[in-house]
T-cell receptor
Framework: KQEVTQIPAALSVPEGENLVLNCSFT??????LQWFRQDPGKGLTSLLL?????REQTSGRLNASLDKSSGRSTLYIAASQPGDSATYLC???????????FGKGTMLLVSP | DAEITQSPRHKITETGRQVTLACHQT?????MFWYRQDLGHGLRLIHY???????NKGEVSDGYSVSRSNTEDLPLTLESAASSQTSVYFC?????????????FGEGSRLTVL
């Protein structure tokens, strides 16, 4: 059974810092990995989707990398802003199954 | 703009009542999903569908049912609501075969069972 772990569970940083969120998964046979953002009381918003054949994806100040062999992905946020405060979740699509397995998220707080 | 909408956004019901949560998407996506989100458990899959007349059980399907009569809608029914089903429910959809595409979520439905 696929297990997805996100470290740290919570992170507090001052505005302007570059930061890295980590996601690890136990079964490396995946189709893709997706990073989401969730604001309090809201649904999840897709940030980046990395296919298994890709090493990274970039969108604005966000960069996500994928290392299938080691079962790891990182989400890099450059020059963090208070508006980046949210919970970030990663989810893995497994090759042998047809559903996503979610991590429990990293709660990020960026202070002005 | 295409979107995915859930209703009601908030509902309070009593134990034993039947409850239906609606989900409607205008992306024409084949794949639709229902998740519940609880503190300490994260997001867990309840049911999913890869197309009209197709439904499948997820990780926590007991006490829930779905039906897919058209592409746009996947209602989630709690046959006899229990307090353990108090949660926030999210509907999601994606394009592509076997859910290999990007996943889009609704805003959620908060259900309280008293």
């Amino acid at each position: 059974k696929q297990e997805v772990t996100q470290i740290p569970a919570a992170l507090s940083v001052p505005e302007g810092e570059n930061l890295v969120l980590n996601c690890s998964f136990t079964d490396s046979a995946i189709y893709n990995l997706q990073w989401f953002r969730q604001d309090p009381g809201k649904g999840l918003t897709s940030l980046l989707l990395i296919q298994s054949s890709q090493r990274e994806q970039t969108s604005g100040r966000l960069n996500a990398s994928l290392d299938k062999s080691s079962g790891r992905s990182t989400l890099y946020i450059a020059a963090s802003q208070p508006g980046d405060s949210a919970t970030y979740l990663c989810a893995v699509m497994n090759s042998g199954y047809s559903t996503l397995t979610f991590g429990k998220g990293t709660m990020l707080l960026v202070s002005p | 703009d295409a979107e995915i909408t859930q209703s009601p956004r908030h509902k309070i019901t009593e134990t034993g009542r039947q409850v239906t949560l609606a989900c409607h998407q205008t992306w024409n996506h084949n794949n639709m999903f229902w998740y519940r989100q609880d503190l300490g458990h994260g997001l867990r899959l309840i049911h999913y569908s890869y197309g009209v007349q197709d439904t499948n059980k997820g990780e926590v399907s007991d006490g829930y049912s779905v039906s897919r009569s058209n592409t746009e809608d996947l209602p989630l029914t709690l046959e006899s609501a229990a307090s353990s089903q108090t949660s926030v429910y999210f509907c999601a959809s994606s394009a592509g075969s076997l859910n290999t595409g990007e996943l889009f979520f609704g805003e959620g439905s908060r259900l309280t069972v008293l």
